[in-house]
C-alpha cells in the first residue's frame, strides 16, 4: 500500500521534557507492525526486524532526556565531533539529525537488553515556545535499518553522493516532510501564532485574515485571527471545551507550562489528520468548519468542485488587494578586497474577496528583468510544466490573506544606506567610533523612508558611558547598545537623499571573563593547551590593543548555534533598520490594469508595497567580519 | 478476518463490580494510560471493565468526556479491546450502535454536535481497523453517511465518512471494489469541499483493483450500495479467482476522470492523490508526459510537501523527466533560499538535491553535467545559517566528485582546467566559515570547515567499496595536494587548530578504509611542516601533531627527532630564571614524545639519534626532573629490548598514569603472606657477584668496634680555625688514642707545633700539605668513594617457577620469552664502616636462559665471571651493579644486599641477596694529585710525595705536623708505623704479581736489572724509573738510614733473623719497588719492595696500622697464590 504521509504518534513535551500531550495512531501502528512482519519474512536476520512498539509518554520522555544527555542540547550536535559516540545521531554527521532525531526506547519492562531494536527513528523534532514537538511519521522498516546502519557505522563518516546516504533516505520519504509541516502546525497552534500573511492597504492598518472575511461582511470586525491565540473564538462556541480546560490547567499546574487548549489541538489533529494520514493542515479552514460549520443555504458551485481548501466561498463586496513586501539583507563591508552584498526577498501577499471560484490572472514586470528570480508560488497558482513564463500569473484564489509569490532579487537602485562604520578600540575599554552614512542616494519619489535607526550592540560588553553627537538623529544607549534614530516615525524622508554622520566614544565596564556554561565544554577540552600557548604569543605578536582584546575575549566566545550564520559575538558591527514604503527596490510591480478575472467581474484593485530590513549589517571596517564568495547567476 | 452477520444489539450487561467511573477518575485513568509502565499496567486486569463502562458513558445523553473517551478508546484499543478475544465481538457490536444511534441523533450543538458525530465515526473505524475484525455493518452505516452527496450542513461528516471508508478499504483491499460504480457517481455529483475526500476513496478503490488485479467492472452499479456485504474476494481471502484481468477500458477512463481534479485537493491530499494514481498509471501504461505535465508544476510550488512528491515521481517516470535534471535541481537551490522557509525545510531541499543528484549519478553520469554546471550556485551566502552553510559545502563537495567523473568520463573538454576548479571550489566556499581560522577551535564555524574538509578529502570513494586504487588516486589529486598544503599552512599560522587537525587525522586514522589517507597527511606534514617550524616557545602547540608523527611507523622518526633535540637545545639556550617552569612543561612534553617514539618504533630505527637526544637532555637540560626522566628513557632504550620495552611503557597508559610521567613503576599490588613465603629463599636464584673476585677467599675483619665506625669523626681532628690548634687536637678521638705511640702522646699535650726544622723537612712538610690538601673531608663534603663492581643475574627458570610467571606465548625472539624484573632496586647496609651506602636502581633485566643453568651454577661457584667469557647476549642477561663505599676507614668487611623488584605479572618481589665481601685491596686507591701538577709531571710528583710519606711515617718529626684537609675545615696528622714482610718468592713470580695487581699503584721502579725486567711488559707505565740502586738508596733512605750500611732502625721487627735474612738477600738484589695506597678516607700504605732472585723483603710503612693485619694476608695471598 503506497503511503502518502502517515503519522505514527504525535508527542508534545514542555520545558521540563514532560509529555504534556500525546496522540497515537492506531491504524499507521498497526500498518506498522504489518510492515516489520513483511520485511522479517522477506529474509534478514531476525535481530534486525524486531522492532519496538509505540513508548508510553514516560518511556518517550525518559529516552528523550536520554538523547539530549548524550548530545549535549536538546536539537543535539548535528555535526560529528570528538564527543559523538557511535549509535547517535551527530555519528551520522549531518545537520538535519538536529531535527529529525533518533532515541533509543528503554522499556522499563523488558529485562534484557537488545539495544539494536530499540532505535525509534524518524521522530522530527520542532522547537516552538518552550514545547519540543515530536512528531513520529511512518516509514518503512528498511530505512529505519539504514538509518541505524548510518549511525553506527566503524568508518570516518560517509562520503558524499554514494548509496544509502542520509539524503536518499529524506528523498525515499515524503511523510518526513509532511511530519514537519504538521508539527509546524501543531506548533503554531499550540503557542498560538497562527499569523497569516499581512496585506497592507495604503498605509490603513493590516487586513484581516480569513475569519474576518467570514465575519467582516456581517460587522464583526473585532474578531481578528491575527496573532492571537486561536483558542478564543472556539471556547465560546464548543460546550465541551468549559470541562477540558478544567483538566489543562490542573495539568499545568503540575508540569509548571504554560496551558494550551488541547481542545483545539485535538479537534486540529482529528480533522487534519484522521487515522494519522495528513489530509489538511489549514488551521482556519479547520477551525472555521469546526466553528461554524455549514448551512443548508451554503450552495456549492453548480458546475464546479469546490477545492478542498476553499471550504466557503465569500460573499459580499469585491476586491483584490496586493502587497508586497520586501526584506533587505546586507553586508556592508566598505573594503577592497569583499565587496558589498545586497539581496532582497520578496513575496507578494494577497487577499481575493471574490465570490464563486474564479481564476485571476496578471502580468508581472518586474519579472522581465535579470535581476528577480521566482522562488516559488502558492499552490493555488498554476505553474504550467515548462515553468514560470515570467509574462504572467494565473491563480485561483483562496479564502484570506495568501501568499501568493516569493521571490529573490538584486537591488535595482542601489543600497538604501551606504557608507562606513568605524570602530577603534583606544584601550582594553575605550573605543572610538565613526558613521559616514548616505541614505536614499539616488532614490527618487515615491520611495519613502519612514524610518531608520542604526544600532551598534555589544552583547558582551555593559556600555558605561557614551560621548558623541551625531549630525541628524538622535541618540539612545542601554546596557548592551547605543541606538541612533536618524529618521524617526512621522517625518519620512522621500524625494532627497541625505547625508549622516555621527562620531563619538563609547566606554565600556572593564572585562570580565565569563565562566562558560558547562555544556560548552563538551565541545572541546583543547583549552588547557591553549593557555599555554596564548601566554606565548603575548609577549611579542601582540601589538595592537584590539587584536589583544579579541583575543582575550574570544578565548569564552560561545560557539555558534549551527542556526546562526555565524558567531554574532565575535564581531563589532552596526544593524540598521529602515522601513521604505512607495515602490519596490528590486522593481517588481503589479500592473493594476492588465490584471484579469475570469468569470469576469467589475473588482476594484489595490496594491501597496513596503521593504523593511532584514539583516543590513555595517560591519566594523577596522574589524573582522564574517564574508562568502558570491553565489553567481547562471 | 472473520465476517459476522451483524448480531442484534444485545441488552447492556449489569455494570460488574467495580464502581462507576467519575469525571475525575477518567480523566486520571487516561492520564496513566498514556503515562505507561507501573500507571497503566495497574489497570490491566479492569479492562473488560472499562470498556463497559466506557460504552455505558458515551450512551448517557450528557457525559461531558465523551470527545476524550472515544479518543482514548481509539489510541489504546490495543490492550483494551484485544485483551478478551472471547467478548471482543460483542463489544465491537455494541460499538457500533451506540455510533448508529448517534449518527441518527440529529445534531443540536450541546450534547450531539457534528464533532462528536466526526470523532466516533473516525474512533469506531479506527477500532475496529486495529482489533482486525471486519464489521459490514459499519461499511454499511458509513456508506448510508455518503449516500447523500451535496447535502448541505453534514459535508464535513460526509467527507470524513468517506475518509473512513478509505481507511477500511486500505486496511482490507477490495473491500468496495463491487460497488465501485456508486462510488464513481457519487463523486462525480459531489461539489461541495468534500469532494477530494470522495476522490480519494474512488480513487483507492481503483488503485486496490490495479493492484489485486480484479476483473470487476467499476461502471457496473447492478450491486446495490446498501445493503453491504463484503465481496468474495475478501471472504475468500485468495483473491487469486480472478483471472479475467483488469478491465483497462474502464480503469482508463477513471483514471481521466480522476486526473481532471487535482487542482481541487489540498497539499496534503495531493501526496495521498499522487502515491495512489502513480501505481497505478504504470500498471495500465498511462503516458508519463501526461502526468508530468498535470503535475510537475507543483515543484515550483512554496508547499514543500508538493516539491517532493514531485520528486518521487522522477523514479518510477524517468524517460519522462530526461532532460529536466537541471530544472529540477535548480528549483531544489532556489528552495534552499527562500528565508521565508523554516530553516529545516531548507535543509531538506538541500538534501532531496543531494540524494536526486545520487539517483542521476546512479543513472547516468553524464546527465549530472546540469548539475555541476550549477555548481558556482552553491556558495554559501553570508547569512546562511551554519547548518545550511555546512550542506551546501557538502554540495560543493559533490559538484567536485561530479567534475571528476565527468572528466572521466571525457564529459567535459578541458582537463587541466577541473582540478583548478575543484580547489578554487573548496577555498572559496571555505571562505563563509573562514572565522574557523581565529576563533575558538571549539567554535561551530571550526566544525563546519572541517567537516567540510573530511568530504572534500574523502572524495569519491565511499566505504563500501574494497578497491584500493580509489583511495590511490585520491591521494594523488589536486585536492589531497592542496589540502594538505593548506593543513600545514593552518598549524604554522593558527597554533590553536592544531588540536583539531590532529582530531581529523584521527577521524581518518579510525576508519579503515582511510586510514593511509590520514597516514599521508601525517606524511605529509613530516615533510613540509617540520622544516617551517619556528624554533620557539609556541612550538609546543604542534606537539600533538607530533605525537601524532611519532605515533605512526611508517614515518621516519629522523626528522622529528632532529626537529626536537634543536628544540631541547633552544629550550636550554633560552632557559633563565623566569622560564624555570616553561622548560619543565616543555622539556616533559619532549620527552613524551620520545616516550612515543619507543613505543611504537623499533628501536634499532631510533637508537642513535633518540639516544643523542637524551643523553644532551640528560647532560645539559636545566630542570632535574627531566635530567631524570631522560635518563631513565636512555637507559630503558640502551638495557631494554624493543618488545619488553613496549609492554612496560604502555602498562602506564592502561593505568592512566600520565605518558610524561616516570616509566610504571609504581605498580603496587599488596603482599601477600605467600609472596613473603616465596621471597624467602630469593637469594638462591637471584644472585649478586663480585665481577672482580678477592685475592682473599677467607674472610675476617679486626672487630675493633669500639673504635671505627659508630663514631662519626673517628681518625680525624676537626679544624675550627687554623688559629685554634688545640681544640683541634683535643678532639682527637678514640681511636686516634689508640694509636699508641709517643707522637701521639705528644699531639695530645698542647703543645706548639714544630716550627724550626731543616729544608729537607719542610719540602717534606709541603710536598704532604699539598697532598692533604686535596683528600676531601668527608663529614662536610663527599669523600673519596671505593667502587666495587657486581653483576646481578637471575635464573629464568626458578623465577618463573616461584613466581608462577607464565613465559609469554607466540613470542618472536628468544629473548622475548624470558621472563624479566622490572625497577629493581638494591639497597646495601653493611656493619662495617662504610657509610651509608647508596641504593642502586636496575630499571630492566631479563633471566638466564635455563640452558644456561650448567655453566651459571659452574661459574658461580668459582665466583669469577670471566668478563670476556660473556658473549654480548649473556651481557644483556647481566645487569652492572656499581656499589660505592665511602669508607670512614679501610677495613674489610660485609655487605648485606636486600632486593626489591618487581616480576612481569606485577608481584613485588622482596628478599635478602647474598652478602658481597669487601677486602682490604677494594680499599686501594691511587692518591689524588693536585689541580696544578701537570699530567707528564704526576710520577715525579707521585715519587715525591712517596718519599714524604716514608719520611713521615717513618719519623716522628712530622707527627706533631698537622695537615689541613680539602675543605679547611678539618686536619690531619700522621702517626706513621713500619713493618716488613719477607717472602720466600722467585722474582719473577713478584713481578708479576705486583704488575697484574698493584701496577697503578707503582711509583717507581729502582734498579737496573728490575727496570730492565719491567719496562718492557708495558704493563707499570709512566712512572720514575731509575737504573742506579745507590740512587734510589739515596733518595729513599734520606733519613740517613742507609741499609747498606747499616742495619735498618726497625721501630719494632728489630730481630736478628730478619738482619740476617736481609743481609743475604741484598747480594742478589734485582731492584725495588716503591708502591704507594691512598687508604680512603685519608690513609696510606707504602711499599718498598725490594726485589731479589728468589725472595722479596717488602717494607712497609703505613699511617694506619690497623690495615697493617689485613696487609698481610693480602701480601701472602698476592705472591704465594
Redesign the interface.
Known amino acids: 500500500?503506497?503511503?502518502?504521509?502517515s503519522i505514527r504518534a504525535i508527542w508534545i513535551l514542555n520545558s521540563l521534557d514532560a509529555?504534556v500531550f500525546?496522540?497515537?495512531?492506531?491504524?499507521v501502528?498497526?500498518r506498522w507492525r504489518g510492515a516489520c512482519k513483511e520485511s522479517s519474512t522477506d529474509g534478514g536476520d531476525l535481530n534486525d526486524t524486531v522492532f519496538p512498539l509505540l513508548?508510553?509518554?514516560?518511556?518517550l520522555a525518559a529516552a528523550f532526556v536520554d538523547r539530549k544527555r548524550r548530545e549535549g542540547s536538546i536539537r543535539g550536535?548535528?555535526?560529528?565531533?570528538?564527543q559523538s559516540a557511535k549509535g547517535s545521531d551527530s555519528w551520522v554527521?549531518?545537520?538535519?539529525t538536529?531535527?529529525i532525531i533518533g532515541i533509543y526506547i528503554n522499556k522499563?519492562?523488558e529485562g534484557d537488553d537488545n539495544t539494536n531494536n530499540n532505535l525509534l527513528w524518524p521522530l522530527v523534532l520542532?522547537r516552538k515556545g518552550h514545547f519540543s514537538i515530536l512528531v513520529l511519521p511512518l516509514a518503512e522498516p528498511r530505512h529505519l535499518k539504514a538509518y541505524a546502519r548510518l549511525c553506527n557505522?566503524?568508518?570516518?563518516?560517509?562520503?558524499?553522493?554514494?548509496?544509502d546516504?542520509?539524503?536518499?533516505?529524506?528523498?525515499?520519504l515524503?511523510s518526513?516532510?509532511?511530519a514537519?509541516?504538521a508539527a509546524?502546525a501543531i506548533g503554531d497552534i499550540i503557542t498560538g501564532d497562527v499569523v497569516e500573511p499581512e496585506v497592507v492597504v495604503n498605509a490603513s492598518p493590516s487586513v484581516g485574515g480569513l475569519l474576518d472575511s467570514l465575519t467582516g461582511s456581517i460587522g464583526i470586525s473585532s474578531i481578528s485571527s491575527r496573532a492571537k491565540p486561536v483558542a478564543a473564538p472556539v471556547a465560546t462556541s464548543?460546550?465541551?471545551s468549559s470541562?477540558?480546560i478544567g483538566?489543562v490547567t490542573s495539568d499545568a499546574n503540575k508540569t509548571g507550562s504554560r496551558p494550551f487548549d488541547k481542545?483545539t489541538l485535538?479537534?486540529f489533529i482529528?480533522?487534519?489528520m484522521?487515522?494519522g494520514?495528513?489530509?489538511?493542515?489549514?488551521f482556519p479552514n479547520i477551525i472555521s468548519?469546526?466553528t461554524n460549520?455549514?448551512?443548508?443555504?451554503?450552495?456549492?458551485?453548480?458546475d464546479?468542485?469546490?477545492?478542498?481548501?476553499?471550504?466557503y466561498l465569500y460573499k459580499g463586496r469585491q476586491r483584490i488587494l496586493f502587497s508586497i513586501h520586501e526584506?533587505v539583507?546586507a553586508?556592508m563591508y566598505d573594503r577592497d578586497e569583499i565587496p558589498d552584498?545586497i539581496?532582497i526577498?520578496g513575496?507578494i501577499n494577497c487577499r481575493a474577496e471574490l465570490e464563486g471560484l474564479p481564476d485571476v490572472s496578471f502580468p508581472l514586470i518586474g519579472l522581465n528583468t535579470d535581476k528577480i528570480?521566482?522562488?516559488?508560488?502558492?499552490?493555488c497558482?498554476?505553474?504550467?510544466?515548462h515553468?514560470?513564463d515570467k509574462q504572467a500569473v494565473m491563480f485561483?484564489p483562496p479564502l484570506g490573506n495568501f501568499?501568493l509569490m516569493?521571490y529573490?532579487a538584486v537591488c535595482g537602485v542601489g543600497p538604501p544606506i551606504k557608507g562606513f562604520y568605524q570602530l577603534s578600540m583606544v584601550s582594553e575599554d575605550k573605543g572610538d567610533f565613526l558613521f559616514k552614512l548616505r541614505l536614499m542616494d539616488g532614490y527618487k519619489s515615491p520611495l519613502t523612508m519612514e524610518f531608520c535607526t542604526v544600532t551598534m550592540p555589544f552583547p558582551r560588553r555593559r556600555v558605561v558611558s557614551f560621548d558623541g553627537t551625531p549630525s541628524v538623529g538622535i541618540v539612545s544607549t542601554t546596557e548592551h547598545s547605543v541606538e541612533w534614530k536618524i529618521i524617526m516615525g512621522g517625518r519620512g524622508l522621500s524625494g532627497k537623499s541625505i547625508e549622516a554622520t555621527f562620531s563619538g566614544k563609547v566606554q565600556f565596564a572593564p572585562w570580565k571573563p565569563q565562566t562558560l556554561p558547562s555544556s560548552?565544554s563538551t565541545?572541546?577540552s583543547?583549552?588547557d593547551?591553549?593557555s599555554?600557548?596564548e601566554t606565548?604569543?603575548n609577549n611579542n605578536s601582540m601589538v595592537n590593543v584590539e587584536e589583544f582584546l579579541?583575543e582575550k575575549m574570544?578565548?569564552d566566545?560561545h560557539?555558534?548555534?549551527?542556526?546562526?550564520?555565524?558567531?554574532w559575538h565575535?564581531f563589532n558591527y552596526a544593524k540598521v533598520s529602515f522601513k521604505i514604503i512607495g515602490a519596490s527596490l528590486s522593481g517588481m510591480s503589479i500592473d493594476m490594469k492588465s490584471l484579469s478575472i475570469y468569470p469576469a467581474v467589475k473588482a476594484p484593485v489595490e496594491s501597496s508595497t513596503q521593504v523593511t530590513s532584514?539583516?543590513y549589517i555595517l560591519w566594523n571596517t577596522l574589524g573582522?567580519c564574517?564574508?562568502?564568495?558570491?553565489?553567481?547567476?547562471? | 478476518m472473520t465476517d459476522k452477520p451483524p448480531e442484534p444489539s444485545p441488552s447492556p450487561s449489569p455494570p460488574p463490580p467495580l464502581k462507576p467511573l467519575s469525571l475525575q477518575d477518567w480523566e486520571s485513568l487516561i492520564d496513566d494510560f498514556q503515562h505507561g509502565g507501573a500507571r497503566r499496567d495497574r489497570w490491566t486486569s479492569a479492562h473488560p471493565i472499562l470498556i463497559d463502562q466506557a460504552l455505558s458513558s458515551l450512551n448517557k445523553r450528557d457525559f461531558p468526556l465523551k470527545l476524550q473517551l472515544i479518543v482514548f478508546l481509539e489510541e489504546f484499543s490495543d490492550p483494551l479491546f484485544t485483551s478478551d478475544p472471547d467478548s471482543l465481538p460483542k463489544t465491537l457490536h455494541r460499538l457500533i450502535e451506540t455510533l448508529r444511534a448517534l449518527i441518527q441523533t440529529p445534531a443540536d450543538g450541546v450534547h450531539v454536535t457534528f464533532a462528536l458525530k466526526e470523532q466516533m465515526m473516525l474512533s469506531v473505524t479506527a477500532i475496529v481497523i486495529a482489533a482486525d475484525y471486519m464489521l459490514d455493518g459499519l461499511v454499511e452505516l458509513l456508506l448510508t453517511v455518503i449516500n447523500r452527496p451535496n447535502h448541505g450542513f453534514d459535508r464535513q461528516a460526509r467527507a470524513l465518512a468517506c475518509e473512513c471508508l478509505r481507511e477500511l478499504e486500505k486496511s482490507y483491499p477490495c473491500l468496495l471494489s463491487d460497488i465501485g460504480g456508486h462510488l464513481w457517481s457519487l463523486c462525480q455529483s459531489e461539489r461541495t469541499h468534500a469532494a477530494q475526500s470522495y476522490i480519494l476513496l474512488f480513487t483507492t478503490v481503483v488503485h486496490n483493483i490495479v493492484a489485486k488485479k480484479l476483473s470487476v467492472s467499476i461502471l457496473n452499479t447492478t450491486v446495490p450500495l446498501v445493503p453491504f456485504s463484503a465481496p468474495q474476494v475478501l471472504v475468500n481471502s485468495s483473491g487469486k479467482e480472478s483471472s479475467g484481468g483488469l478491465n483497462y477500458k474502464e480503469l482508463r477512463r477513471a483514471m481521466s476522470f480522476l486526473l481532471e481534479w487535482p487542482q481541487v485537493l489540498t497539499p496534503c491530499g495531493m501526496v495521498e492523490f499522487l502515491a495512489l494514481i502513480m501505481p497505478v498509471a504504470m500498471a495500465l501504461e498511462l503516458q508519463a508526459s501526461m502526468l508530468k505535465v498535470q503535475f510537475f508544476g507543483m515543484i515550483y510550488s512554496s508547499d514543500p510537501l508538493l516539491c517532493h512528491v514531485v520528486l518521487t515521481m522522477y523514479p518510477p517516470f524517468l524517460d519522462a523527466f530526461d532532460g529536466q535534471e537541471g530544472r529540477i535541481a535548480s528549483r531544489l537551490m532556489l528552495l534552499s533560499r527562500e528565508t521565508q522557509h523554516h530553516l529545516v525545510f531548507r535543509l531538506l531541499g538541500l538534501h532531496w538535491l543531494l540524494g536526486f543528484s545520487e539517483l542521476v549519478l546512479r543513472r547516468e553520469v553524464r546527465k549530472l553535467k546540469a548539475i555541476v554546471d550549477m555548481g558556482l550556485r552553491f556558495y554559501p551566502s553570508v547569512f546562511d545559517p551554519l547548518a545550511l552553510k555546512a550542506l551546501k559545502l557538502d554540495l560543493l563537495a559533490f559538484c567536485s566528485i561530479c567534475v571528476d567523473m565527468l572528466k572521466l568520463e571525457g564529459a567535459s573538454g578541458e582537463d587541466t582546467g577541473n582540478d583548478k576548479l575543484v580547489v578554487k571550489v573548496f577555498q572559496d566556499g571555505l571562505v563563509s566559515v573562514s572565522a574557523f581560522k581565529w576563533l575558538p577551535p571549539s567554535s561551530m564555524e571550526t566544525a563546519v570547515a572541517f567537516r567540510t574538509l573530511h568530504r572534500f578529502l574523502i572524495g569519491a570513494s565511499s566505504h563500501s567499496d574494497n578497491d584500493p586504487s580509489t583511495t590511490r588516486s585520491l591521494m594523488d589529486s589536486t585536492t589531497f595536494t592542496s589540502i594538505q598544503g593548506m593543513l600545514v599552512d593552518l598549524m604554522l599560522e593558527c597554533r590553536r587548530l592544531v588540536p583539531v587537525i590532529v582530531a581529523l587525522t584521527d577521524r581518518l586514522f579510525g576508519c579503515p578504509k582511510h586510514h593511509w589517507l590520514g597516514e599521508r597527511l601525517l606524511q605529509s606534514f613530516d615533510q613540509h611542516l617540520l622544516p617551517k617550524v619556528k624554533l620557539d616557545y609556541t612550538l609546543v602547540s604542534c606537539f600533538p601533531i607530533f605525537d601524532k608523527i611519532a605515533e605512526s611507523d611508517t614515518i621516519p622518526p629522523r626528522g622529528l627527532l632532529e626537529l626536537l633535540t634543536k628544540f631541547m637545545a633552544f629550550l636550554v639556550v633560552k632557559h633563565g630564571p623566569y622560564t624555570g617552569l616553561r622548560s619543565w612543561s616543555q622539556g616533559s612534553r619532549v620527552l613524551g614524545i620520545c616516550r612515543t617514539f619507543l613505543m611504537h618504533h623499533h628501536s634499532s630505527r631510533l637508537f642513535l639519534r633518540l639516544s643523542r637526544l637524551f643523553a644532551f637532555t640528560c647532560l645539559y637540560f636545566p630542570d632535574l626532573e627531566v635530567r631524570d626522566n631522560a635518563r631513565i628513557y636512555l637507559r630503558l632504550l640502551i638495557c631494554v629490548p624493543g618488545k619488553k620495552l613496549r609492554d612496560m611503557l604502555n602498562l602506564g597508559e592502561e593505568l592512566g598514569i600520565s605518558p610524561s610521567a616516570l616509566p610504571s613503576f609504581n605498580i603496587q599490588s599488596p603482599m601477600s603472606a605467600d609472596n613473603i613465603k616465596k621471597s624467602r629463599n630469593i637469594s638462591s636464584y637471584i644472585h649478586l657477584e663480585r665481577v672482580i673476585p678477592l685475592l682473599v677467599k677467607q674472610f675476617w675483619s679486626l672487630s675493633l668496634s669500639s673504635f671505627g665506625f659508630g663514631n662519626n669523626d673517628s681518625g680525624y681532628l676537626e679544624g675550627i680555625r687554623d688559629s685554634e690548634p688545640i681544640i683541634e687536637e683535643t678532639e682527637t678521638d678514640s681511636s686516634s688514642n689508640i694509636y699508641i705511640s709517643p707522637e701521639a702522646e705528644r699531639i695530645d699535650r698542647p703543645q706548639e707545633p714544630l716550627r724550626v726544622m731543616d729544608a729537607k723537612i719542610s719540602e717534606i712538610l709541603v710536598a704532604l700539605r699539598m697532598h692533604f690538601s686535596c683528600i676531601p673531608d668527608f663529614r662536610h663534603m663527599p669523600g673519596l668513594k671505593v667502587r666495587i663492581s657486581c653483576s646481578l643475574r637471575f635464573e629464568s627458570d626458578t623465577l618463573s617457577r616461584i613466581w608462577g610467571l607464565d613465559s609469554p606465548t607466540g613470542v618472536l625472539g628468544e629473548l622475548d620469552a624470558l621472563p624479566a624484573l622490572y625497577a629493581t632496586v638494591l639497597n646495601f647496609s653493611s656493619s662495617a664502616p662504610y657509610g651509608s651506602i647508596a641504593s642502586y636502581h636496575i630499571p630492566f633485566l631479563l633471566g638466564e636462559p635455563s640452558r644456561k643453568t650448567d655453566i651459571s651454577d659452574q661459574a658461580a661457584s668459582l665466583a669469577i665471571v670471566p668478563v670476556e667469557n660473556g658473549s654480548g647476549e649473556e651481557e644483556s642477561l647481566r645487569a652492572p651493579v656499581m656499589i660505592e663505599l665511602e669508607p670512614r676507614e679501610p677495613t674489610p668487611g660485609l655487605i648485606d644486599v636486600s632486593i626489591e623488584t618487581n616480576a612481569e605479572n606485577g608481584h613485588i618481589i622482596r628478599g635478602r641477596l647474598h652478602s658481597i665481601t669487601i677486602g682490604i685491596e677494594d680499599m686501594f686507591l691511587k692518591a689524588v694529585v693536585p689541580p696544578g701538577i701537570p699530567e707528564e709531571a704526576s710520577p715525579g710528583y707521585y715519587l715525591d710525595l712517596f718519599s714524604a710519606l716514608w719520611e713521615a711515617c717513618g719519623n716522628s718529626n712530622t707527627g706533631r705536623e698537622t695537615f689541613p684537609l680539602k675543605g679547611g675545615k678539618g686536619v690531619a696528622a700522621i702517626a706513621g708505623t713500619r713493618s716488613v714482610k719477607l717472602l720466600e718468592v722467585p722474582s719473577s713470580s713478584v713481578i708479576q704479581a705486583t704488575e697484574r695487581y698493584l701496577a697503578p699503584f707503582v711509583v717507581s721502579v729502582l734498579g737496573e736489572p728490575l727496570v730492565s725486567l719491567v719496562r718492557d711488559g708495558g704493563i707499570i707505565r709512566d712512572i720514575i724509573w731509575k737504573d742506579e740502586a745507590s740512587d734510589y738508596a739515596l733518595d729513599i733512605t734520606s733519613s740517613g738510614t742507609d741499609f747498606d750500611r747499616g742495619p735498618l732502625p726497625l721501630t719494632y721487627t728489630d730481630d736478628v733473623d730478619e738482619m740476617d735474612s736481609l743481609v743475604n738477600i741484598r747480594k742478589k738484589n734485582v731492584g725495588c719497588f716503591l708502591i704507594l695506597i691512598f687508604l680512603p678516607p685519608r690513609f696510606h700504605l707504602l711499599f718498598q719492595m725490594e726485589v731479589c732472585d728468589v725472595s722479596t723483603l717488602v717494607r712497609i710503612r703505613t699511617d694506619h696500622w690497623p690495615c697493617l693485619a689485613y696487609t698481610d694476608d693480602y701480601l701472602e695471598a698476592l705472591f704465594l697464590a
Open positions: 500500500m503506497p503511503d502518502g504521509c509529555v500525546s496522540r497515537r495512531f492506531p491504524v501502528e498497526k513508548p508510553s509518554d514516560s518511556e550536535c548535528g555535526i560529528r565531533v570528538s554527521d549531518d545537520p538535519i538536529r531535527h522499563e519492562e520542532h557505522r566503524s568508518d570516518c563518516g560517509n562520503a558524499v553522493g554514494v548509496e546516504s542520509i539524503s536518499s533516505i529524506l528523498l525515499d515524503p518526513i516532510t509532511g514537519f509541516m509546524h464548543s460546550p465541551s470541562a477540558v483538566t481542545d485535538r479537534t482529528s480533522s487534519s484522521p487515522f494520514t495528513l489530509l489538511d493542515l489549514s468548519i469546526k460549520g455549514f448551512a443548508s443555504s451554503d450552495l456549492p458551485p453548480s464546479l468542485k469546490q477545492p478542498a481548501w476553499k471550504p526584506t539583507h553586508a552584498s539581496s526577498c513575496q528570480e521566482v522562488l516559488s508560488f502558492h499552490p497558482a498554476q505553474v504550467p510544466e515553468g514560470v485561483s501568499t516569493r529573490q560548552s565541545f572541546g583543547i583549552t593547551e591553549d599555554d600557548i606565548d604569543g579579541m574570544n578565548k566566545l560557539p555558534a548555534d549551527l542556526e546562526d550564520p555565524f558567531c565575535a532584514g539583516d573582522r564574517p564574508a562568502a564568495i558570491a553565489a553567481t547567476k547562471v
